[in-house]
């Protein structure tokens, strides 16, 4: 059964940072594509940004473009996002998420595997 366990949210104010880690454990996540999604109050969960197995292919909403970066170490099976820049608008559960093995992977899903999600939250 694979974890996924989220941390590194908290309250910034706009125009700073965060750093969000995600640790997978149960199985090596290295061969599947991963990501972050998020959702904000009274609105549905979106994608923020996802990144391929290996790290060379990457996706960002158009959103956070520029100011969010996705990436990931395999020999720790995690995955990051460093986000800058921060609006009130990124206020938000964040949510780590990792695809099954499959042969083809697109990077905007679909994503089995799900976080408890961590909170994030920019004042203005």
């Known amino acids: 059964q694979v974890q996924l366990v989220e941390s590194g949210g908290g309250l910034v104010q706009a125009g700073g940072s965060l750093s969000l880690s995600c640790a997978a454990s149960?199985?090596?996540?290295?061969?599947?594509?991963m990501a972050w999604f998020r959702q904000a109050p009274g609105k549905e969960r979106e994608i923020v940004a996802a990144?391929?197995?290996?790290?060379?292919?990457?996706y960002y909403a158009d959103s956070v473009k520029g100011r969010f970066t996705i990436s990931r170490d395999n020999a720790k099976n995690t995955v990051f996002l460093q986000m800058n820049s921060l609006k009130p608008e990124d206020t938000a559960v964040y949510y780590c998420?990792?695809?099954?093995?499959?042969?083809?992977?697109?990077?905007?899903?679909?994503?089995?595997?799900w976080g408890q999600g961590t909170q994030v939250t920019v004042s203005s």
């Open positions: 990144i391929s197995w290996s790290g060379d292919s990457t």
């Open positions: 149960g199985r090596s996540l290295s061969d599947v594509a």
């Open positions: 998420a990792a695809q099954r093995p499959r042969r083809v992977q697109f990077l905007t899903g679909p994503y089995e595997y």
